[in-house]
């Protein structure tokens, strides 16, 4: 990171100086991401009953932040240096982009070994994937101002890093506020639980209240309400719906309850709803 910048300082490359500015954001993303992991092993206390696994995901929202704060840097210098060339020394540029493409490589290579579907890997991996990029870039920009004289080309090519490090930064935020706002995981089909359960499971004639989210992209959970038919046994019910929600949709946390005699909570609702009507009902005299 050090060399990157003093080396994009003595050439004049944006490329380069770009990249050492988002190795130091990198430097301090990953260590956010360690520490969101260490926060997430620590045990649930009577204030967080699913412990700190959200942590992973803030962290995730943090780097897509953090890259697109970057990405706008870059354009705006980029931009601004196509309406102004500034002479580089190609020499250096070449040599310290070669390191740096070393260096990002080792990188990158040892966290692409991790779990994909993890959002704090991911987003570790992005800025390290966007930091080789930005390697890249300033050796092809290196060689074709050696080669041809081409000036610009060192801000065009960190434009074009910057709208693919932009793609996947947007992604990635999409993601992280899409599991923050509890929505529905993007591989679940509710329709397909719903009719699953009514089809293979013996006494189901009804499913509703149902709801999905994710406590991070790997841990999904789902609440629901099943309607039985009259004689039905609840347990054996109970233990099929949970067997079915695991091997056919990878839930293992299912909170299920299980109803008789219409829905509990709709029940209430009416009786309350008939209870403040009588209440405003006039006295007959």
Known sequence: MVVEAVGGWLSGSLALLADA???????????????AFRLAEKPSDP??????????VLAALGNGAALV???????????????????IAVGTMLVVAIMGLAANAVAFLILHGGDRNNLNIRGATLHVLSDLLGSVAAIIAALLIALFGWVSVDPMLSLVVAALVLRNAWKLLRQSAHILLEGTPDWLDLDAVRGTL???????????????????????????????????????????????????????HSTIQLETRGCAD??????????????????SV
């Open 21 to 35: 500015g988002h190795m130091l954001t990198d430097s301090l993303a990953l260590a956010v991401a360690l520490y």
């Open 47 to 56: 204030r967080r009953s699913y412990c700190y696994q959200r942590a992973q």
């Open 69 to 87: 704060a970057i990405v706008l840097w870059i354009a705006v210098e980029a931009i601004g240096r196509l309406f102004a060339p500034q002479p």
């Open 198 to 252: 009514c089809a293979d499971v013996e006494g189901v004639i009804g499913i509703h209240h149902m709801h999905a989210w994710c406590l991070t992209r790997e841990h999904p959970m789902v609440t629901l309400h099943v309607e039985l038919a009259d004689g039905s046994d609840p347990g054996a019910a109970l233990v099929a719906i949970k067997r079915i929600l695991i091997s056919n949709f990878g839930i293992d």
């Open 266 to 283: 709709q029940n209430i609702a009416k009786n309350e709803l008939c209870l403040e009507g009588e209440s405003r009902a006039p006295e």
